[in-house]
């Protein structure tokens, strides 16, 4: 009873970071798209959107297997192991940040000032420690140093568009808040670390380290890039239906968001057992996430025109055609986020993570592009779908794979 008990504790705290940032998500959306109108709204989703593969070069794989590989380390090692990872992504974030400008500048030209904002505010929490606060299985200091202050942000932002009416003040609120987050974790970290930190600013060793991420990288980036291409390619081909796939966008991001809590205690249950139990542990995620995605997927399915309709004041006509994908989009992706995320950074298939990604972008990107010249909106949310099984597919065999030729090793193992 114990320890299902403190499972069940450390999820629930979990889930107050995610569920308090997803209520007032979903209370800033319909305020935002009457003050600024579906087509700005549809434009800041854009960005919003971007910044997802655009960070991956900021987060540079930290964001993807740092959690795990936090999890893996003796609490002393730790703090080092952020500071060295703050300083990397910190001069990333300075040279991903112009480029992001650029290229969404140049699909938005008539709101440069938007996109300016916008791209710094929505980068900003890749530099953040949500995945070390993850990673160390710290809940608290999840909620209080990461997503509260972020959370605080949107919350007060709202309170700016009812004042102002206007999108830029709404997202440099969010830029500020944003920042606060990144510098009171990392005072956090640094301050209650049990040794002395060593701080390299050196530009050649920040630059060094990121080789160690290579595989993590490849993978966010492969799938940051299908993810957001949907949104850069409608902004590009049809504007006008942006604003359509950008709800469906929110309402699969939001799934997601609340799916958060169980990805992030997978990530830190499964080493806990220590390597004797993490098989049985594995087979036991791999059972069970389906059901939970299954029914989150048919949720957004069956709900999603009304949730878009609410949300979005009757202005934006999102219907069954929309929602059905993205619901089995989201059963994927949330099947895949622990196959890959927790399951095979454990075994160490990192290589076999980037793969997947890569059959998910080699099989989605195409059929996106097809679908957006062709029927919008609605093939384009197909086409995501499509890549995303595509994934699914791909890492359950590689899991099973794994998880056999670990059997055999055990079972070869000589008797102590």
Not at 23 to 39: C, D, F, N, Y
Not at 80 to 93: C, D, G, I, K, P
Not at 380 to 385: F, K, P, S
Request: charged share 10%; proline share 5%.
């Amino acid at each position: 009873m114990g320890p299902r008990f403190a499972m069940v504790k450390r999820l629930m705290s979990f889930a107050l970071t995610t569920g308090l940032s997803t209520v007032v998500g979903l209370v800033a959306v319909p305020i935002i798209i009457a003050g600024a109108g579906p087509e700005l709204w549809g434009i800041q989703a854009a960005v919003q959107t971007a910044a997802t593969l655009f960070g991956v070069f900021v987060a540079f794989g930290w964001g993807t297997t740092g959690a795990a590989e936090i999890a893996g380390l003796t609490p002393d090692r730790r703090p080092q192991e952020y500071l060295n990872s703050l300083v990397s992504r910190a001069y990333l974030l300075v040279l991903v940040y112009p480029v992001m400008v650029v290229v969404m500048g140049a699909l938005n030209p008539q709101h440069l000032v938007l996109v300016a904002v916008g791209s710094a505010a929505f980068l900003m929490p890749f530099v953040g420690a949500s995945w070390y606060f993850i990673g160390e299985a710290r809940p608290a200091r999840l909620f209080w140093l990461d997503g509260f202050p972020q959370t605080l942000g949107i919350a007060v932002s709202v309170g700016v568009m009812l004042l102002s009416r206007d999108l830029v003040a709404v997202l440099a609120t969010q830029l500020i808040f944003n920042a606060c987050a990144v510098v009171a974790s990392a005072r956090h970290i640094i301050r209650t670390s049990a040794k002395g930190l060593h701080v390299d600013l050196g530009v050649r060793e920040a630059f060094r380290r990121l080789r160690h991420q290579r595989h993590a990288v490849a993978t966010s980036a492969t799938a940051g890039l299908y993810v957001s291409m949907p949104l850069l390619i409608l902004n590009a081909v049809t504007p006008s239906t942006l604003s359509l796939y950008a709800m469906g966008d929110k309402l699969f991001r939001f799934g997601l968001t609340a799916f958060a809590p169980i990805l992030q205690l997978i990530q830190g249950w499964l080493p806990e057992g220590g390597p004797e139990n993490l098989r049985h542990r594995i087979i036991q995620a791999a059972r069970l996430t389906p059901v939970i995605a299954l029914a989150g997927g048919a949720a957004i399915a069956l709900l999603g025109p009304w949730a878009a309709s609410f949300l979005s004041a009757h202005r934006i006509d999102f219907g069954l055609s929309l929602s059905v994908p993205f619901g089995i989009a989201f059963s994927a992706v949330a099947i895949t986020q622990v196959i890959g995320l927790a399951c095979l950074v454990q075994l160490h298939a990192t290589r076999a993570l980037a793969r997947s990604t890569l059959v998910g972008a080699l099989c989605g990107l195409p059929l996106i592009v097809v679908g957006a010249v062709t029927t919008g909106s609605v093939g384009v949310a197909w086409a995501l779908a499509v890549s995303e099984l595509a994934v699914l597919v791909y890492q359950y065999g590689a899991m099973a794979r794994r998880l056999r030729d670990r059997l055999s090793q055990l079972q070869a193992a000589p008797p102590r």
